[in-house]
């Protein structure tokens, strides 16, 4: 779009109006960023790609490198397994040596000891056979003892029995005779009482027959009246209703018209006071408006050298994503070269391995014949040999590299945060733009949150990472 205007009014551009220009030039701004957005989001397709095919390398080359350690070390722990067998075989046999003299041993004292306990089960039936004849004897004497003192408790208390009932005997003579008494005072008690009762009753009865007949004719009469008194209250209170009703109509109607009198007081005194507070808030705001408008320019022109100042650093910031992506496949290289290495020692050390496993299974009278035939692949492989000396070379380098690896994967992630916080800093959205001076505000620098570590020599910066992270 913004070619064909520039095709169609490229001569004319005298009779251009400046809404025209400014319309022209906000949408040649906008087919720029455009094109700008387009190559961001091919080089973050770029990035990405890369960024896949690296995990997969990666995730390839250390399966292979945990498969070789994996068959290494099963190969060793294979043989320190077979020597332990032997050793633990020669341990087990000294043991059941051990152990059948112990048995031997044990067997002898138990002889010993039935033998014992034999004489002891004699001395001891020796003994309880005495303990139960004085056991008898003792038994009879308390049995005789027992029977005694029955007999003297007995008497005592046929004795005690005797005097008791002769004692309840003369209890309940007189017991008896005291009722006797009580049942005489009572029948008399009770027909003297409902002698009175019977003339009380005859006497409320007369009474009450005279005052039922006397409240039944009051009784009539307070039922007209009654009657009577409703009838009027009704009207009262009709006639009540009605003035009232009328009463709060006028209530109403009067204190609407002082309300209205007020109202209209104070709308009159409103109106004179806004009037002088207009004529005095235009004149005070007269140069307000002078120093808001001033100070809207000076703005202005702050936010277009800040947004002129964003654009500067992002291309900058963008340069150094380049340069970061162009580090990380150089280190990339060096691992992988590195890598290379390692798998080459792996495959030296396991040949050193098979070599010293043959030369630890053969018996010592076969050496003189092997001699010749060992003679050949050392003459062929001279490399082998020097690395018999050391086996144990290819682990300490490779637990080097894990080392190396962890640093470099810390160092990463650490450059990552930086990175992060980098770039939250350089870039304003718009949550920051809708904030008060959103474009002075300052942001705190980077801090890294590990210490340094002396140790380190490389620094493998991975920016595919960094992208990733910062574009979601």
Known sequence: MPKKSKKGGGGKDGGR?????LLFQQQRAQAEEEMAKKKEEMLTLFLKDKLQKEERNTAVNLLKLNDGWRSILRQTRSNELRKDIVVMQQSFERQLDALDNITKNLLRDLQESERQSAQVHRAHLQRVESLWAQQDKRLMFLHQRWEGGLQQLSSTYNSDKKQMLEHFRKLRAEVEDAEFTLRKQHEETTSELHKVYGASISAYNDTSTEKIAILRNSKMRLDEETLKQRRAEECCRKDTMTVEHLQYINRGF?????TSVKDEKMLKDSVVRLKEKLSSSKKEHKGVELDLLAAADQVKHSTHQLRDQLKHSQ?????????LTVQSDNAAKKLRAVIAKGEKVLRVAEMCRRLESKVLLTPPSDKPRQEPDSEGPAEVSPEPRHVTRCPTSAVLQREALKRHKDDLSA?????????RQHLDGMTVSEQHMDQRHALLT?????????PPDTRRCHTVIEA???????LR
Do not use: I, M, W
């Open 464 to 470: 595919v990472h960094a992208v990733k992270h910062s």
């Open 442 to 450: 300052v942001y705190p620098a980077p801090t890294a949150t590990a």
């Open 17 to 21: 109006t400046e809404g025209e220009r």
């Open 315 to 323: 291309k900058v910031a963008r340069k150094q994503l380049t340069d």
């Open 254 to 258: 009067v204190q609407s018209t002082e």
């Open 411 to 419: 160092e990463n992630q650490q450059l990552r945060l930086l990175l």
